[in-house]
C-alpha cells in the first residue's frame, strides 16, 4: 500500500514562531487531507489539497504531486495550534476510497 | 448544518463481549467510512459504506462488521473483544468516491477491560 511519512515527529515554538511540517507519499494520489486533531481526539479538516497551494488565515498549504510531497505551514503560532497535525492520502487508480494517514506532528506552541 | 455526529462517546467492555457503534454521516453526504485509532498512532482504515454495501476494507478481522442504512447512518460491530481493540473509533462521512473531502466525527472511545 501507498506510504506517508511526516516529518518532524514532534516540534516545539514559542508563541509567534513559524513552522512548517512536511508529508511524503510513496504514490501517486487524488486525495490528500491535512487535519488538526485536539486533546478530545477530534480530527478538524485544516485543508484538502490534493495539488496546488491554498491558505486559510495563518495556516496554508502546499502539495507538489509531481514530487509527491505536501507542505503545511504554521505562521505566527499561538498555544492553540498546540496538537497533533496529520497528513492523510487517497492513492489513485482502482476501487480505492481510503484514507491512509501518516504518524503525525506532535506540535506544542509555549506561551 | 449538522456535521458528522457518533455514539456513544465512551464505552467500557469486558474481554468477550460485543458492542455497536454509530455514526450519522454529514448531511448531504451518501458514504461513511470507519477508522480504529490507537494511542499515539495514525487512524487506520476498518471499511467503507455506500449504498449500504461494504465497498472497500482494511485489514481487520471478520470480528469487524458494519452497516449502512437507507437514511445514510451505518453501524460498525465488534465481536469476541480483544484488549487490543481499545482505541478510538471514528466515523468519515464524504460524497461518493475516492476524491472528495472526508470530514470526521468526534470519535467513541473503547476500552476492554
Known amino acids: 500500500g501507498i506510504q506517508v511519512e511526516q516529518s518532524p515527529p514532534d516540534l516545539i515554538l514559542q508563541e509567534g514562531a513559524n513552522s512548517t511540517l512536511r508529508c511524503n507519499f510513496s504514490?501517486?494520489?487524488?486525495?490528500l487531507q491535512w487535519f488538526h486533531q485536539n486533546p478530545w481526539g477530534q480530527l478538524i479538516n485544516l485543508f484538502y489539497i490534493p495539488s496546488g497551494t491554498k491558505q486559510n488565515g495563518r495556516l496554508s498549504a502546499t502539495t507538489v504531486a509531481t514530487e509527491r510531497y505536501s507542505l503545511l505551514y504554521i505562521s505566527s503560532s499561538q498555544t492553540t495550534d498546540s496538537g497533533v497535525y496529520f497528513c492523510a492520502v487517497a492513492r489513485s487508480g482502482g476501487s480505492n476510497y481510503k484514507l491512509t494517514f501518516g504518524k503525525g506532528t506532535l506540535l506544542t506552541v509555549n506561551p | 448544518d449538522a456535521g458528522v455526529t457518533q455514539s456513544p462517546t465512551h464505552l467500557i467492555k469486558t474481554r468477550g463481549q460485543q458492542v455497536t457503534l454509530r455514526c450519522s454521516p454529514k448531511?448531504?453526504?451518501?458514504?461513511v467510512s470507519w477508522y480504529q485509532q490507537a494511542l499515539g498512532q495514525g487512524p487506520q482504515f476498518i471499511f467503507q459504506y455506500y449504498e449500504e454495501e461494504e465497498r472497500q476494507r482494511g485489514n481487520f478481522p471478520d470480528r469487524f462488521s458494519g452497516h449502512q442504512f437507507p437514511n445514510y447512518s451505518s453501524e460498525l460491530n465488534v465481536n469476541a473483544l480483544l484488549l487490543g481493540d481499545s482505541a478510538l473509533y471514528l466515523c468519515?462521512?464524504?460524497?461518493?468516491?475516492?476524491?472528495?473531502?472526508?470530514?470526521f466525527g468526534p470519535g467513541t472511545r473503547l476500552t476492554v477491560t
Open positions: 504514490d501517486s494520489v487524488n486525495n
Open positions: 468519515a462521512s464524504s460524497l461518493n468516491g475516492g476524491t472528495y473531502e472526508q470530514y
Open positions: 448531511s448531504g453526504h451518501d458514504t
